[in-house]
């Protein structure tokens, strides 16, 4: 400002409410878009020789406050995110005093952004970002929009929460049946043609000594003793790798009910899988979504499964070794099944969003841990070279300190020697706090959201409703 007396009074009208202050008192704090003002100033008001500003009074005067101190104090009762949005709007830089950091910023909106998206973030995830209301056929639309609510917002309907304890109970017996399927107590053994293929494809004959009548030997094939006779009896077809385990889905298959369970449970839950695509607007989107991914995934490692069970002669192949690892893999996919119903609960949604603000931390953990596994390592195989029983080598030894490092602790290796205990000790001590810290990082985070969470579920959206017009007020 370019006034001739710097004590000359300047009158501020905010919203009806009269401000006087200084020349001095605006000079103060440079630059400030206060401190730039003339008469020239598209603010100035000529008839009342006045500058006016459309902002709330109430901030102004705390504006004012910066002006004359030259330090930003933010009052507890201020809201964080306005005052940043008043400091902005006068365009003050000035130093932050320490006393206020936590009320500034503490309290900063980026959290509650988030908490505001995270619904349209994970309806994205299904791939059903915004529903319109007019789809294609004015019969199919109510339908489509009650599924739509219904797996969106499974807890708000009752169509929701029947479809979801539905979809639940699918899931739940899925894995329940997987988990009966590969115990012996849940299969029975072959028929003796099924077994005689298996003998028939080793190179056996039906003359050898050790082609076994099965059919003669067993009469009560659910008794699991003679089942293990089975399988000791079989001992000497195939190779190393045909153990037990690979013979018993070789020499016997699922139980009929537990069969008809599976591709009963397994076809509904093909037929849920085939529904949400449907009325999904992004196929591709949901197509994309990891856990729908698995969801297919596992439907189609089921009918394989259920092809191999008709098949038992690949089991006794050694090519099929990888092929019966990577199916196993894939087949034990539907137990992710249980996540994608979890995340219709908001407290799942926050922990994952306190754990993807936590992905830094936690970066930062899997490096220490692997930098100081090295160490730990390096120096317990150094302190047990001369034993000749322990850490054959350094690999085994970072292994040990990283199963030490995490207090899990197999007991498969371990020192013997004097130093090594001591090494040893200071590894377990330094792994217990290296994990407490980003533990409580990670716990102040899901407090936080979820103290935010409960604060949003708890805010009221006030909306205008326009007021109809009073009998009384019609014109004659």
């Keep these: ?156 309907s009752r169509t929701g929460k029947v479809f979801f304890s539905l979809a639940l109970m699918l899931t739940l017996t899925s894995i329940f049946t997987y988990a009966l399927s590969v115990h012996s107590f849940t299969r029975v053994i072959r028929s003796d043609a099924e077994i005689r293929q298996i003998y028939l494809s080793l190179g056996y004959s039906m003359y050898d000594e050790d082609y076994p009548n099965l059919v003669n030997e067993l009469d009560d094939t659910s008794n699991e003793t003679q089942y293990d006779d089975v399988i000791s009896n079989s001992g000497g077809c195939g190779d190393e790798w045909f153990n037990a385990k690979v013979k018993m889905f070789g020499l016997t298959r699922m139980h009929p009910v537990l069969w008809y369970t599976e591709v009963i449970v397994n076809g509904l839950l093909l037929i849920e899988f085939i529904v949400r695509l449907l009325i999904a607007r992004g196929k591709f989107c949901f197509l994309r979504n990891p856990l729908n991914v698995c969801d297919l995934m596992s439907i189609i490692a089921f009918v394989f499964v259920i092809c191999l069970e008709e098949n038992p002669a690949f089991f006794i192949n050694e090519r099929s070794k ?106 377990t001590m330094f792994g217990v706090v290296l994990i407490a810290m980003p533990i409580a990082i990670l716990s102040t985070n899901f407090a936080t959201y979820y103290g935010c969470y409960k604060l949003k579920s708890k805010a009221k959206v006030y909306k205008h409703t326009p007021c109809k017009k009073r009998d009384h007020c019609k014109a004659t």
């Design 1 to 156: 400002m370019n006034y001739n007396n710097m004590d000359e009074k300047i009158k501020f009208n905010i919203r009806g409410t009269t401000f006087v202050t200084r020349r001095s008192t605006l000079d103060n704090l440079i630059p400030s878009r206060l401190s730039r003002l003339t008469k020239e100033s598209s603010e100035y008001e000529k008839n009342t020789d006045e500058y006016f500003y459309d902002r709330s009074p109430s901030f102004f005067n705390w504006i004012l406050d910066i002006h004359s101190s030259g330090e930003i104090h933010v009052p507890s009762w201020m809201c964080s995110v306005r005052a940043l949005q008043e400091l902005e709007f006068w365009e003050i830089s000035c130093k932050v005093q320490p006393c206020c950091w936590k009320t500034l910023y503490e309290n900063d909106n980026g959290i509650l952004e988030s908490m505001m998206v995270m619904d349209n973030d994970e309806i994205a995830s299904r791939g059903s970002e915004v529903w319109p209301e007019k789809t294609h056929g004015r019969v199919c639309s109510p339908v489509i929009k009650v599924l739509r609510d219904a797996y969106d917002h499974p807890f708000k």
């Design 322 to 427: 990888p092929i019966l690892m990577i199916l196993g893999i894939i087949y034990t996919t539907r137990t992710l099944r249980i996540l994608r119903l979890a995340f219709a609960v908001d407290e799942m949604k926050i922990l994952v969003y306190s754990l993807k603000s936590s992905l830094r931390m936690l970066s930062l953990l899997l490096i220490c841990f692997a930098v100081f596994s090295i160490l730990f390592g390096s120096l317990m195989y150094s302190f047990e070279i001369f034993s000749n029983d322990t850490f054959e080598n350094v690999f085994i030894s970072v292994w040990w300190a990283l199963i030490t490092m995490t207090t899990v602790g197999y007991g498969d290796e371990y020192p013997k020697t004097p130093q090594g205990y001591v090494l040893g000790s200071i590894t």
